[in-house]
């Protein structure tokens, strides 16, 4: 199979204060991950797409200065939301793609809900 | 031209039914077309995927229907079973892993 696991699943915070999200890919190497965010009852927005080892590229509309991205691995990749807001509230959800195999398939994290007060 | 238009935004279904889901797409550089299954508060997960070089792709009971000619997609899901409410996302990409263009969406509902 293909795993890709989210921490924390859920997580409260005061406007302002950072969070941080990881996204892992338990049983592969990604070349690439993505990170989304979905409203509810919405389709999923593509907020940028990290390499391994290299600066991530933002869609336009988000702000890389809010929205830190980092891939430090090749499993491991890190979407920290700097001073939160209310309207930061969404569900963000990471996917990866495999390093080997030349396949398309983008995997699925389950999710983390971030709700800030 | 990154569409991709999803139909309809709602569907419900007798248990035993036919679904059926609509996507069309406007860039004739997309080369992957995924369809994946969403619960309420989980992540999207891949059913079924198909490139242009064939017009149907089969398995189990779900079939995608391709029509390259008209850029249109189908997802059928025969025998429609109360498990399977849940919302439904086509896709579309560019060459090799780049990065996918979703649908709207649309919310299925089987009753039993």
């Known amino acids: 199979g293909a795993v890709v696991s989210q921490h924390p699943s859920r997580v409260i915070c005061k406007s302002g204060t950072s969070v941080k999200i990881e996204c892992r890919s338990l049983d592969f190497q990604a070349t690439t991950m993505f990170w989304y965010r979905q409203f509810p009852k919405q389709s999923l927005m593509l907020m940028a797409t990290s390499n391994e080892g290299s600066k991530a590229t933002y869609e336009q509309g988000v702000e890389k200065d809010k929205f830190l991205i980092n891939h430090a691995s090749l499993t491991l990749s890190t979407l920290t939301v700097t001073s939160a807001h209310p309207e930061d509230s969404s569900f963000y959800i990471c996917?990866?793609?495999?390093?080997?195999?030349?396949?398309?398939?983008?995997?699925f994290g389950p999710g983390t809900r971030l709700t800030v007060l | 031209q990154q569409q991709v238009k999803q139909s309809p935004q709602s569907l419900i279904v007798q248990k035993g039914g036919i679904s059926i889901i609509n996507c069309a797409y406007e860039?004739?550089?997309?080369?992957?077309f995924p369809w994946y299954q969403q619960f309420p508060g989980k992540g999207p997960a891949l059913l079924i995927a198909?490139?242009?070089?064939?017009s149907e792709k089969k398995e189990g009971r779900f079939t995608i229907s391709f029509n390259k000619s008209a850029k249109q997609f189908s997802l059928h899901i025969m025998d429609s079973q109360p498990g399977d409410s849940a919302t439904y996302f086509c896709?579309?990409?560019?060459?090799?892993?780049?990065?996918?263009?979703f649908g709207e969406g649309t919310q299925l509902t089987v009753n039993p």
């Open positions: 996917s990866a793609k495999k390093l080997a195999g030349g396949t398309d398939t983008q995997y």
């Open positions: 860039n004739t550089a997309f080369d992957y």
């Open positions: 896709a579309a990409s560019k060459a090799s892993g780049s990065r996918l263009t």
């Open positions: 198909i490139r242009p070089d064939v």
